[in-house]
């Protein structure tokens, strides 16, 4: 995996000693996304300049150095990401007659776009990618970025260039950068706890969506289009629907066989993340069985029961035969990491699972440098208990009048955080759900709302930014909600807007963000767009059924390992914030929030984010979330605008 930058001046000048000078130092802001070379290209007479820092994952020579030129010099790329069908690519182009000099990939990506154009190489290539793409004919720069999201790119007008970045950290290494902070994006922010892809937390900076191509001219505007639209993919799925279970299972294990294999492709030492999860289970299983020698796989787990999956992935990786490497993470290991997130995650973000997802991602780094993951079967094949919140109990209860939801409301929320913890300990450890407090802080919010899509969303929400922001702010409409009409369950809409919202903004920025703090490739089968186009073909009976989720998967998982191993509640992969917030943490939060207040006093309504800290620190509900949310903003401002890396964590109470 790689990091790049760029710029394309606005107006034709000549690049100069100091602008070369500035792309080696935004290069030098993401040198960890590519520990092991840089490169710097630019011409004068265009006023375009190209960085690149490499992670050596296929051809290690000095052959994959980048940026590269196309063999007729009239393109020069610089790209991260990994082509997993470059091969296939590659003989269809030396059937044109073209030959080639290396066996990277990168260069089979730049000869495919002199043989094809962008969009029709966009459509032609399976992988994860973000790349800039420099046409000396046209004079136009081209921002690529892959059909689900999995790399990032930045871009936006500074000063008098159009920058863009793997990371937003580089546009600080521009001389004379003054962002101002996106009122839209803050206000997301506080709703869910991320910016979503629509925005960047700064104005005048944006990202390239998934599946879109933006072509930049100087003195002309931006054009902006998609080769691959989540839209399209759903449409003909539900035009195309699979019903004969035995098929769809034997297509998807076929299609998913294909995609594993595929991303085991590598140069250097691979392995893959285990949790005692279906999806990182179904993963390594693939992966085992595509293998002719033990796949290294590396889990982690905490002295904390309720928070601990280790013994399930060790039980899962024995069965199958990996060799596995697993760390118990103490507290203080845990709570070291929180000095440096809002270093590693140079937006505000504020999912807690960012501190396991770091710790597993620098464990694995140790041994491996490529791990594939589970990531992204949730949102496809219906992995999360919300999906079908409109059936069973909860349905009913959402069809009671609003008077009586409310007095349900309040009733739930008059009980003690501590109480409903209590309650889930009294449950078998193999049934108890983890976040019990904040899971019925979540349902009782949405029992007060009136439409699935609002109720839904509920369960990712934290502030309401309305009020919570200090001058007014209206929402505007979502752009990823699915057309009216087109869905005739809200699990599927729900499932439509999380895979463009939530999925990209919060899950796919928290694994490239923590594994490139630790210079370490994810690779995620799950997430190959042949397995999500397949999986909207699937109907809801073979995804979020009842009594199970993932169905199709957890089917397909069974194959390979017992059920009883596997077949348990749904923990997700976080740490317990609530309970530090209260002890270990207590000093640090109380103290950030403090610093808060006198330099983003004008931001924020303080008296609720204070009565959110008192509730908690006297057993409430649902509180720790939101203000984990409002203490990762702090840290990140003080990181960023103040540029002091905050360092109170650690204090104990």
Not at 117 to 142: H, K, P, Q, Y
Not at 257 to 285: E, H, K, N, W, Y
Not at 432 to 441: E, M, Q, T
Request: charged share 25%; aromatic share 10%.
């Amino acid at each position: 995996m790689c990091g790049i930058a760029g710029y394309l001046v606005d107006s034709v000048t000549a690049v100069s000693w100091r602008d070369r000078q500035v792309l080696h130092e935004m290069a030098n802001t993401i040198r960890h996304r590519g520990p092991d070379d840089e490169g710097i290209w630019a011409n004068p007479q265009d006023g375009i300049g190209l960085a690149h820092r490499r992670l050596a994952i296929l051809d290690l020579s000095s052959g994959g150095h980048q940026p590269m030129a196309s063999a007729c010099r009239r393109f020069v790329i610089a790209f991260n990401g990994e082509i997993y069908n470059h091969q296939v690519v590659r003989r269809e182009l030396e059937g044109t007659g073209r030959s080639f000099r290396s066996s990277s990939d990168t260069e089979v990506l730049v000869e495919a776009v002199v043989e094809w154009g962008v969009e029709e190489t966009c459509r032609r290539i399976n992988g994860m990618f973000a790349f800039a793409l420099w046409d000396s004919r046209e004079r136009c720069l081209w921002l690529v970025r892959d059909r689900i999201g999995k790399k990032p790119l930045y871009f936006g007008r500074t000063h008098r260039w159009v920058a863009f970045a793997s990371e937003l950290k580089a546009f600080w290494a521009i001389p004379g950068f003054s962002p101002k902070v996106s009122e839209g994006a803050m206000a997301e922010y506080l709703r869910y706890g991320y910016v979503a892809d629509q925005h960047s937390i700064f104005d005048g900076i944006t990202k390239v969506l998934p599946g879109e191509i933006v072509r930049l001219t100087a003195g002309r505007d931006t054009a902006r289009s998609r080769y691959w639209s989540l839209l399209d993919v759903a449409k003909s799925g539900l035009s195309q629907r699979i019903n004969d279970e035995t098929e769809a299972e034997e297509a998807l294990l076929a299609t998913l066989r294909d995609a594993t294999q595929s991303r085991m492709m590598a140069d250097v030492p691979l392995g893959a993340f285990l949790s005692g999860g279906i999806d990182s289970g179904l993963v390594a299983s693939l992966m085992q069985e595509c293998a002719s020698s033990p796949v290294r796989t590396f889990s982690i787990g905490f002295n904390e029961a309720s928070f601990n999956e280790a013994d399930v992935a060790k039980s899962v990786a024995a069965h199958l035969g990996t060799r596995h490497t697993e760390l118990i993470v103490s507290d203080q290991q845990a709570l070291e990491v929180v000095p440096t997130l809002a270093d590693i995650f140079d937006e505000p973000f504020a999912d807690a699972s960012q501190i396991p997802t770091f710790l597993l991602a620098r464990l694995t780094r140790q041994h491996v440098t490529v791990a594939l993951t589970g990531d992204g079967g949730d949102e496809s094949f219906g992995g999360y208990s919300r999906y079908r919140n409109d059936r069973g109990l909860t349905g009913l209860l959402y069809g009671l009048p609003f008077p009586v939801r409310n007095v349900l409301a309040r009733g739930m929320e008059s009980v003690p955080a501590n109480v409903w913890d209590t309650a889930a300990c009294a449950l078998p450890h193999h049934r108890r759900p983890r976040f019990l407090a904040s899971k019925v802080a979540k349902y009782a919010r949405a029992l007060r709302l009136r439409g699935s899509s609002e109720r839904n969303k509920a369960f990712l929400s934290f502030w309401n930014p309305a009020s919570l922001l200090a001058h007014p702010w209206l929402p505007g409409t979502d752009p990823f909600d699915p057309p009216v009409g087109l869905f005739d369950s809200s699990s599927e809409a729900m499932q439509f807007w999380e895979s463009q919202h939530y999925l990209p903004g919060d899950l796919l920025a928290k694994v490239d963000r923590a594994t490139m703090a630790a210079s370490l490739e994810a690779r995620c089968p799950l997430l190959d767009h042949r397995v999500i186009e397949l999986a909207w073909r699937l109907p809801e009976s073979q995804k979020a059924s009842s009594p199970a989720l993932k169905k199709i998967l957890r089917s397909l998982l069974f194959r390979y390992v017992p059920r009883e191993m596997v077949d348990l509640p749904k923990q997700g992969f976080s740490v317990p914030i609530g309970t530090w917030l209260r002890s270990s943490l207590k000093d640090w939060a109380g103290d950030t929030l403090a610093h808060g207040r006198t330099t983003l006093g004008e931001w924020l309504d303080w008296q609720q984010i204070e009565s959110s800290w008192a509730v908690h620190q006297n057993g409430g509900l649902g509180e720790s979330e939101r203000l984990w949310t409002i203490l990762m903003l702090c840290c990140w401002h003080e990181r960023w605008f103040e540029k002091t890396i905050p360092n109170r964590a650690g204090a104990s109470s």
